[in-house]
């Protein structure tokens, strides 16, 4: 096991390179820049625009902006490490504050920062779905082609139809503007119970998927020859399920519920722009708006390392469910 752990360790730091020239690529492709407009000026003149550009690099070719970013470059300070030190380089948006200072809270309390805010939101999220999603499923399965199966197969082709945008003014309409129960746009997140109505919206899409999945593969595991086998030793229907069936019927579902928590925490650019939750994905939208092109490359980064992180613990965890992987 520690060797193949290894090897996919190893090969991140290639994935996440890939990721950051494709991303590189495609951020300069797009039409316009970060100094199209300043917010507090209006139209930035030809001038500042060349002063702004010779101050962060943007004048250079972009065979050689790029190798900076990742690696480094010598200044007149000595040399200061790229991404590969930790440095996620400048915001060109919010002037004078670097990457790590906004995404990270860095100087200040980690719990306030923005990553952990959007980490916090993606786990509950993820937790909701799970606690849910799981047991749905597994009920639909236990009363097959009655009617708790229909509601619940019901229920969760509309979570999955319905796009999250809908969901979240849905949300907000009936508990924050007819029922008053939360503001629509908090001021202060401190309280836990603020988080709830983002989180269930940001849950349901999983929610409802996770719950059909572990229906149809409950369904399927049923009838393999070891249920068939566990039946005819005279064991109790809940001892099958528990033991038999659900075991192997949760492998399909490590498959969503690894990636769910990289999309949940990356995958919530609508959520938090509806609330106004203070998390990555409102900042990352904002950066796109404004050509940040730093923060841009520092949120997809952390996606990506968010998302080859959660890979590597749903393959562990096939090897711990399924023993005939670990040969």
């Known amino acids: 096991m520690l060797p193949y752990i290894l090897r996919r360790v190893l090969g991140l730091p290639v994935v996440l390179l890939a990721l950051a020239a494709a991303t590189f690529a495609l951020m300069h492709a797009a039409p316009g ?3 199209d407009r300043d917010p507090t000026r209006g139209r930035v003149d ?10 962060f690099g943007l004048d250079r070719p972009l065979w050689a902006q ?13 040399w200061r490490f790229g991404a590969i030190g930790g440095n996620l380089g400048p915001s060109y948006r919010q002037r004078g504050r670097t990457v790590q200072q906004i995404l990270f809270n860095a100087g200040g309390r980690f719990a306030d920062s923005r990553f952990c805010h959007s980490l916090t939101l993606g786990l509950v ?11 749905t499923g597994t009920f639909a399965a236990h009363h097959r ?41 908090p001021r202060d997140w401190t309280p836990p119970a603020l988080w709830i109505l983002p989180a269930v919206t940001l849950s349901l899409p999983t929610m409802a998927y996770l719950s059909r999945l572990v229906r149809s593969s ?9 249920v068939r086998t566990a039946t005819a030793k005279g064991l109790s229907r809940r001892r099958v399920l528990v033991h038999h069936v659900l075991r192997n019927a949760m492998l399909p579902s490590l498959t969503v519920i690894g990636p ?37 490359m520092g949120t997809t980064l952390i996606y990506g390392l968010l998302v080859a992180a959660a890979n590597l613990c749903v393959d562990l965890g096939y090897l711990v469910l399924d023993p005939r992987m670990r040969s």
């Open 46 to 55: 030809p001038y500042t625009r060349a002063v702004l550009n010779a101050q």
């Open 260 to 296: 769910s928590l990289a999309t949940l925490v990356g995958g919530s650019f609508v959520v938090e722009s509806m609330f106004g939750f203070p998390g990555m994905g409102r900042e990352y939208v904002l950066a796109v708006r404004s050509r940040d092109y730093s923060m841009i």
């Open 33 to 35: 820049g970060p100094w």
């Open 125 to 135: 999220a993820l937790a909701l779905a799970v606690c849910v999603g799981v047991p």
């Open 66 to 78: 790029f190798p900076a970013y990742v690696i480094g470059q010598r200044t007149a300070e000595g």
């Open 145 to 185: 082609n009655r009617c708790p199966d229909y509601i619940a197969c019901a229920l969760a082709s509309l979570g999955v139809t319905v796009p999250g945008f809908v969901v979240g003014i849905v949300v907000i309409l009936v508990f924050c503007v007819w029922l008053g129960i939360a503001p629509v746009v």
């Open 218 to 226: 409950i369904l399927e595991t049923m009838y393999a020859d070891h």
